[in-house]
């Protein structure tokens, strides 16, 4: 009997001596995970869809005063023509998202645009078979803007806005009295965008994202010259355009990246 109530101590005395050592043993720390962000600087492409539209005023006096003298026309004509095409782009930034999750950013752009369109109008004092048409074509379109969103975890919900400037050539051309002209103007016009988007971070450097942008160009006047008649003329243009686009962006140089 006093050999079991010796041997019962014994192991009493084991079970207590090892959870005592197991109690003073360190806790095994839990993993620490690095707080995603949006500050650093990124770079990327662009595709979407442009669509313009530009008021003409007045292609029928630019012809007719041009071929019978200033005054033959009376009234003032608008062609309004929509030039729709495809832009393809790149842009290159940087952004800083605060502690409270706000993010400000700059941004540069600039795309190349597929758009181009005619639309025709009737010259009153022009003979019979006598046609015009006026074409509008936007080659490019750049921005520098500033961009305000706020991040929720890898989404950022974003507004922009800044200066832009867009490359347009318009035309002014058919036959007047059975003479063929060709009105051309060149123009690089500086104006205003705003805009918004949503951006997604699918990986540590990478993003895609949707966006919106107006741009808003106002009105100008600009100088038309038909170099086979050697005729000169003027006429007024205002514009817009708005740009659907995706980008995909590579990101680096961040904080928590």
């Known amino acids: 009997m006093k050999k079991l109530l010796f041997a019962a101590a014994a192991v009493l005395t084991v079970i207590l001596t090892d959870t005592a050592g197991a109690a003073d043993l360190p806790m095994k720390a839990e993993p620490i995970v690095a707080r995603f962000s949006w500050t650093g ?13 530009k008021d003409i ?6 012809v007719q005063d ?5 005054g033959s026309t009376t009234g003032i004509t608008t062609v309004r023509v929509s030039p729709n095409g495809a832009i ?6 940087c952004d800083y998202q ?29 003979g019979p078979g006598d046609s015009a048409a006026a074409q509008a074509t936007t080659d490019f379109l750049t921005s520098i803007t500033g961009r305000l969103g706020y991040a929720f975890d890898r989404v950022l919900l974003y507004g922009r806005g800044g200066f832009a400037l867009a490359g347009d050539k318009y035309e002014v051309l058919g036959s007047f009295n059975a003479t063929p002209f060709n009105f051309t103007g060149l123009e690089n ?4 965008t705003a805009g918004a988007g949503v951006e997604w971070a699918f990986s540590p450097h990478w993003s895609v994202n949707l966006e919106y942008d107006y741009y808003g160009f106002g009105t100008k006047t600009v100088t038309m010259f038909d170099a086979g008649n050697q005729l000169l003329g003027f006429v007024d ?11 995909l962006n590579f990101h680096a140089w961040g904080l928590g990246w």
Do not use: H, M
């Not at 502690?99 to 795309?111: C, L």
């Not at 243009?237 to 980008?247: A, D, H, P, R």
């Open 237 to 247: 243009v205002k514009q817009n355009i708005q740009v659907v686009k995706v980008g």
């Open 66 to 70: 041009s071929f019978n003298g200033p």
């Open 98 to 126: 605060f502690a409270n999750n706000a993010v400000i950013g700059i941004e540069g752009f600039a795309g190349g645009l597929s758009n181009k369109s005619s639309t025709a109008f009737a010259l009153p004092l022009g």
């Open 189 to 192: 016009r500086i104006g205003w």
């Open 88 to 93: 393809v782009g790149g842009q290159i930034g």
């Open 57 to 62: 005023t007045d292609p029928v006096q630019l």
């Open 41 to 53: 600087c990124y770079l990327g492409g662009t595709l979407g869809g442009a669509f313009a539209r």
